[in-house]
Protein backbone atom coordinates (compact mmCIF):
# COMPACT_ATOMS: atom_id res chain seq x y z
CA UNK A 1 0.00 0.00 0.00
CA UNK A 2 1.51 3.72 -0.97
CA UNK A 3 2.41 5.98 2.01
CA UNK A 4 0.68 9.03 1.78
CA UNK A 5 3.30 12.19 1.35
CA UNK A 6 3.15 14.61 3.78
CA UNK A 7 3.19 18.17 3.73
CA UNK A 8 4.52 20.05 6.10
CA UNK A 9 3.01 23.81 6.86
CA UNK A 10 2.95 26.27 10.04
CA UNK A 11 -0.25 27.27 12.26
CA UNK A 12 -0.02 30.87 13.99
CA UNK A 13 -2.18 31.12 16.81
CA UNK A 14 -2.99 33.04 20.12
CA UNK A 15 -0.96 31.51 22.80
CA UNK A 16 -4.44 30.77 24.89
CA UNK A 17 -6.18 29.21 22.32
CA UNK A 18 -2.66 26.61 22.05
CA UNK A 19 -2.69 26.32 25.35
CA UNK A 20 -6.74 25.61 24.77
CA UNK A 21 -5.51 23.07 22.16
CA UNK A 22 -2.95 21.18 23.85
CA UNK A 23 -5.38 20.44 26.92
CA UNK A 24 -7.27 19.25 23.88
CA UNK A 25 -4.92 16.97 22.40
CA UNK A 26 -3.83 15.33 26.52
CA UNK A 27 -7.86 14.92 27.02
CA UNK A 28 -8.56 13.26 24.07
CA UNK A 29 -5.44 10.79 23.95
CA UNK A 30 -2.99 12.79 21.09
CA UNK A 31 0.27 11.79 20.94
CA UNK A 32 0.92 15.43 18.91
CA UNK A 33 -0.54 18.78 17.67
CA UNK A 34 -0.40 16.95 13.81
CA UNK A 35 -2.56 14.26 14.41
CA UNK A 36 -5.25 16.04 15.79
CA UNK A 37 -4.90 18.46 13.37
CA UNK A 38 -5.41 15.89 10.31
CA UNK A 39 -8.72 14.85 12.50
CA UNK A 40 -9.82 18.31 13.23
CA UNK A 41 -9.70 18.53 9.24
CA UNK A 42 -11.02 15.22 7.85
CA UNK A 43 -14.21 16.01 10.40
CA UNK A 44 -14.81 19.18 8.94
CA UNK A 45 -14.35 18.11 5.38
CA UNK A 46 -16.99 15.43 6.58
CA UNK A 47 -19.75 18.52 7.26
CA UNK A 48 -22.92 18.74 4.89
CA UNK A 49 -21.43 20.55 1.98
CA UNK A 50 -17.93 19.58 2.92
CA UNK A 51 -17.79 16.61 0.88
CA UNK A 52 -18.42 16.52 -3.58
CA UNK A 53 -21.84 14.37 -4.42
CA UNK A 54 -19.58 12.24 -6.49
CA UNK A 55 -17.17 11.69 -3.76
CA UNK A 56 -16.90 7.04 -2.14
CA UNK A 57 -17.62 7.35 1.18
CA UNK A 58 -18.93 4.71 3.80
CA UNK A 59 -20.81 4.99 7.01
CA UNK A 60 -24.23 4.48 8.51
CA UNK A 61 -27.94 5.85 8.19
CA UNK A 62 -29.24 5.38 11.58
CA UNK A 63 -33.18 5.63 11.81
CA UNK A 64 -35.88 5.26 14.45
CA UNK A 65 -39.46 4.87 13.58
CA UNK A 66 -42.96 3.69 14.68
CA UNK A 67 -43.35 0.41 12.75
CA UNK A 68 -46.99 0.65 13.87
CA UNK A 69 -47.50 3.25 11.34
CA UNK A 70 -49.65 1.63 8.33
CA UNK A 71 -46.84 -0.23 5.39
CA UNK A 72 -43.85 1.78 7.13
CA UNK A 73 -42.00 -2.02 7.51
CA UNK A 74 -42.71 -2.79 3.79
CA UNK A 75 -42.25 0.75 2.65
CA UNK A 76 -38.41 0.60 4.56
CA UNK A 77 -37.68 -2.86 3.06
CA UNK A 78 -39.06 -1.67 -0.73
CA UNK A 79 -36.10 1.24 -0.33
CA UNK A 80 -33.61 -0.68 0.96
CA UNK A 81 -34.30 -2.76 -1.73
CA UNK A 82 -33.76 -0.03 -4.47
CA UNK A 83 -30.54 0.97 -2.80
CA UNK A 84 -29.15 -2.70 -2.09
CA UNK A 85 -25.58 -1.99 -4.05
CA UNK A 86 -25.42 0.72 -1.32
CA UNK A 87 -26.11 -1.26 1.54
CA UNK A 88 -23.42 -3.43 2.90
CA UNK A 89 -25.83 -4.56 6.44
CA UNK A 90 -28.15 -3.62 8.38
CA UNK A 91 -29.45 -4.22 12.11
CA UNK A 92 -32.59 -3.77 13.17
CA UNK A 93 -33.35 -3.25 17.44
CA UNK A 94 -36.59 -3.04 19.25
CA UNK A 95 -36.81 0.14 21.26
CA UNK A 96 -40.06 -0.24 22.34
CA UNK A 97 -43.62 -1.55 21.86
CA UNK A 98 -43.79 0.96 18.89
CA UNK A 99 -40.28 2.04 18.33
CA UNK A 100 -37.48 1.03 16.41
CA UNK A 101 -34.42 1.27 15.64
CA UNK A 102 -32.41 0.34 12.54
CA UNK A 103 -28.96 0.65 11.42
CA UNK A 104 -27.71 0.79 7.40
CA UNK A 105 -23.87 0.12 7.06
CA UNK A 106 -23.65 1.90 3.70
CA UNK A 107 -21.20 2.14 1.10
CA UNK A 108 -21.07 4.34 -2.37
CA UNK A 109 -21.75 7.73 -3.85
CA UNK A 110 -22.09 10.67 -1.24
CA UNK A 111 -25.09 11.75 -3.58
CA UNK A 112 -26.44 8.23 -3.12
CA UNK A 113 -26.23 8.08 0.45
CA UNK A 114 -27.48 11.53 1.03
CA UNK A 115 -30.70 10.75 -1.68
CA UNK A 116 -31.75 7.39 0.10
CA UNK A 117 -31.35 9.30 4.04
CA UNK A 118 -33.57 11.72 2.76
CA UNK A 119 -36.03 9.28 1.14
CA UNK A 120 -36.40 7.77 4.41
CA UNK A 121 -37.04 10.70 6.41
CA UNK A 122 -39.37 11.88 4.95
CA UNK A 123 -41.89 8.99 5.14
CA UNK A 124 -44.80 9.24 7.50
CA UNK A 125 -43.79 7.16 11.07
CA UNK A 126 -39.76 8.18 10.51
CA UNK A 127 -39.23 9.76 13.59
CA UNK A 128 -35.02 10.45 12.90
CA UNK A 129 -33.01 9.55 10.29
CA UNK A 130 -29.02 10.67 9.85
CA UNK A 131 -26.46 9.67 7.63
CA UNK A 132 -22.28 10.09 9.19
CA UNK A 133 -19.60 9.02 6.53
CA UNK A 134 -16.56 8.67 6.18
CA UNK A 135 -13.89 9.02 3.22
CA UNK A 136 -13.68 5.88 1.12
CA UNK A 137 -10.24 5.33 -0.86
CA UNK A 138 -10.96 4.25 -4.19
CA UNK A 139 -8.91 1.82 -5.35
CA UNK A 140 -9.18 -1.46 -7.18
CA UNK A 141 -9.68 -3.42 -4.12
CA UNK A 142 -12.92 -1.24 -3.23
CA UNK A 143 -14.11 -1.52 -6.25
CA UNK A 144 -15.63 -4.51 -6.15
CA UNK A 145 -15.01 -5.31 -2.45
CA UNK A 146 -11.65 -7.88 -3.63
CA UNK A 147 -9.16 -7.88 -0.76
CA UNK A 148 -5.99 -10.08 0.46
CA UNK A 149 -6.81 -9.38 4.33
CA UNK A 150 -8.30 -12.06 6.48
CA UNK A 151 -11.21 -10.54 8.78
CA UNK A 152 -10.18 -13.48 10.77
CA UNK A 153 -7.23 -12.85 14.23
CA UNK A 154 -3.98 -14.39 13.09
CA UNK A 155 -2.98 -17.17 15.32
CA UNK A 156 0.20 -15.82 14.93
CA UNK A 157 1.50 -19.39 13.19
CA UNK A 158 2.66 -19.53 9.61
CA UNK A 159 0.68 -21.73 7.39
Not at 25 to 42: K, M
Not at 94 to 103: G, V
Amino acid sequence: MEKDILTRFGVSMPEELVKQFDLYLTEQGYTNRSEAIRDLVRRVLLEPGGLQADRPVAGTIVMVYDHHISDLPLTLIELQHDYHHQIISTMHVHLNHHQCLEILVVRGLHAQLRELKQRIQVLKGVHYAELSVTFLEQNDDTADHKHSHSHRPSSGRKP
